[in-house]
């Protein structure tokens, strides 16, 4: 496994979030289990099987954190029909927190896929790779932690293939208004009490409450996907819109 090193902007959101994932990274996994119920495994299920991996390709997972999407990838990629005669297909793990990056080497399903996973440390607004590097692009629970969305959707575009893929799994707004209230209560005491109880970490876990609260709705979220040039922009909602997942094509 390797890691690269590079230095990022710190400005002052980058500077809180940074802060925030070095302190939950060693709990983040449990954390994530408690919080959603297990249900952020389904979400991340649905999400790699959209996004249709096939042997050869090269997914590029940015604030893949502890790099459960990758991993996901690369085995399903292996188990389609003629996985085995054809190259195998490969990752890249980017993520702005080398914490997050390092939590993930102990895991037993990344593990199992040794070199075929790379780690890199990175800013989603400014990746540190070359134009077309991926043919797929996933980012799940991480947009919304970025200072400017616009300025990484746009280097998305540009680090994708022609004929490569965006996908995105974020929180999102719950479609009816009892959902929103029973989620709102939910939100406002449970997460933080979690987060106190079993990261020591109450305030993380409120701003990660407060996070979800501002982020763009559906459309307007499908919008700026748009604007940075993606075609064929659309979103899925999932449990009711408690997350959603967008995705778009660069042509
Ligand atoms: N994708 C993983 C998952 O679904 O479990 C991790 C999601 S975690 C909630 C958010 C991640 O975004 C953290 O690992 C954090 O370090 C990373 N992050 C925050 N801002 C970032 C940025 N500007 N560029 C890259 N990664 C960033």
């Keep these: 496994t390797s890691f690269g090193f590079r230095t990022v902007k710190t400005d002052e959101k980058a500077r809180l979030v940074r802060g925030v994932f070095d302190s939950v990274a060693s709990k983040y996994d449990l954390m994530n289990d408690l919080m959603s119920g297990g249900i952020h495994r389904v979400w991340k299920a649905v999400l ?10 090269h997914l590029l997972d940015v ?9 996901s990838f690369l085995s399903r990629a292996d188990t389609r029909p003629g996985a085995d005669t054809k190259p195998r297909a490969t990752a890249t793990l980017c993520d ?3 914490e997050m990056l390092k939590a993930g080497t102990t895991r037993s399903d990344a593990a199992a896929f040794g070199d075929r996973i790379t780690r890199v440390t990175g800013d ?5 790779f070359a134009d077309g590097f991926a043919d797929a692009y996933t980012i799940a629970f991480g ?3 970025v200072t400017h969305i616009d300025a990484a959707l746009r280097d998305a575009y540009r680090v994708l ?7 995105c799994l974020e929180f999102s707004h719950p479609i009816t208004e009892t959902m929103q209230k029973i989620y709102d209560t939910y ?3 449970v997460i933080p009490w979690l987060g106190e109880r079993v990261a020591n970490d109450r305030e993380s876990y409120q701003y990660l409450v407060e996070s979800i609260r501002r982020f763009p709705g559906q459309e307007a979220f499908a919008a700026k996907i748009k604007n940075a040039g993606f075609t064929r922009v659309k979103y899925e909602n999932l449990s009711g819109g408690i997350a959603a997942i967008h995705s778009g094509w660069r042509v």
Aim: net charge positive; proline share 10%; aromatic share 8%.
């Design 161 to 167: 293939k022609p004929g490569g893929r965006f996908m």
């Design 124 to 128: 989603a607004e400014t990746l540190p």
């Design 63 to 71: 604030a893949g954190g502890t790099g459960d999407v990758a991993a």
């Design 96 to 98: 702005i927190n080398f």
């Design 143 to 145: 947009i919304r932690n």
């Design 187 to 189: 939100s406002f005491n």
């Design 48 to 57: 790699t099987d959209r996004i249709m991996p096939r042997p050869g390709e």
